[in-house]
Nanobody, 118 residues
Framework: VQLQASGGGLVQAGGSLRVSCVDSGRTFSTYDMAWFRQAPGKEREFLAAIYRRGGSRSYGDAVKDRFIISRDNAKSTVYLQMTGLKPEDTAVYYC????????????WGQGTLVTVSS
């Protein structure tokens, strides 16, 4: 598994952004995928996860009404569509691969920075 996140950038409060994470390996569809974020001086925060075949999803409380996780196994890509962005959403966003039911994600991408201006 080799994960590469992209799509971060600067967006105004209230705006939308979609970040993506592509796996250059050949085993993407065998892993559940998740998104996390980490803001400066704060602990890493779980955002969303999706089952390896799609369908089942879970969300962190802070984003469950604003963010949507999806995946395209044919493109080995997982997405996080973010709407209603707030300055407190500013963080480095990471994708991860593992097992959703166990909450274990041993494989991580390098992160992409999302900055939300007020």
């Amino acid at each position: 598994v080799q994960l590469q996140a992209s799509g971060g950038g600067l967006v105004q409060a209230g705006g939308s952004l979609r970040v993506s994470c592509v796996d250059s390996g050949r085993t993407f569809s065998t892993y559940d995928m998740a998104w996390f974020r980490q803001a400066p001086g704060k602990e890493r925060e779980f955002l969303a996860a999706i089952y390896r075949r799609g369908g089942s999803r879970s969300y962190g409380d802070a984003v469950k009404d604003r963010f949507i996780i999806s995946r395209d196994n044919a493109k080995s890509t997982v997405y996080l569509q973010m709407t209603g962005l707030k300055p407190e959403d500013t963080a480095v966003y990471y994708c991860a691969a593992g097992v959703m039911t166990a909450g274990q994600y041993p494989f991580w991408g390098q992160g992409t920075l999302v900055t939300v201006s007020s």
